[in-house]
């Protein structure tokens, strides 16, 4: 499966903004999707995570409440919902697809997408 996160831009911080992950050339229904970041110098991060079949989700402390992952497995589509948005967020997101549970936190994921670049001001 490939990916490919959308969504991104500037927005002033309390903003809310929706990034959404495309699977294409096969579907993730059956994987666990992602949202990782990464600021520049600094190691990638998990956001969240959302797994299959019961959707269980996982949040970074750092979103939590925040932030939201959801899925659409009849569109091949998973979505990162960005609310109140802070500028410590900036960062380029990215979406991955895996059999690993979402409790588990790991960038250890074997397919990802191109990032996505969003950038919070204050």
């Known amino acids: 499966v490939q990916l490919q996160a959308s969504g991104g831009g500037l927005v002033q911080a309390g903003a809310s903004l929706r990034l959404s992950c495309q699977g294409f050339q096969g579907s993730f229904r059956g994987y666990t999707v992602g949202w990782f970041r990464e600021v520049l110098g600094k190691e990638r991060e998990f956001v969240a995570a959302?797994?299959?079949?019961?959707?269980?989700?996982n949040y970074a402390e750092s979103v939590k409440g925040r932030f939201a992952i959801s899925r659409d497995n009849e569109k091949n589509v998973a979505y990162l919902q960005m609310n109140n948005v802070k500028p410590e967020d900036t960062a380029d997101y990215y979406c991955?697809?895996?059999?690993?549970?979402?409790?588990?936190?790991?960038?250890?994921?074997?397919?990802w997408g191109r990032g996505t670049l969003v950038t919070v001001s204050s």
């Open positions: 991955a697809a895996d059999y690993v549970s979402p409790l588990v936190i790991t960038t250890d994921y074997a397919y």
């Open positions: 959302i797994g299959r079949p019961d959707e269980t989700t």
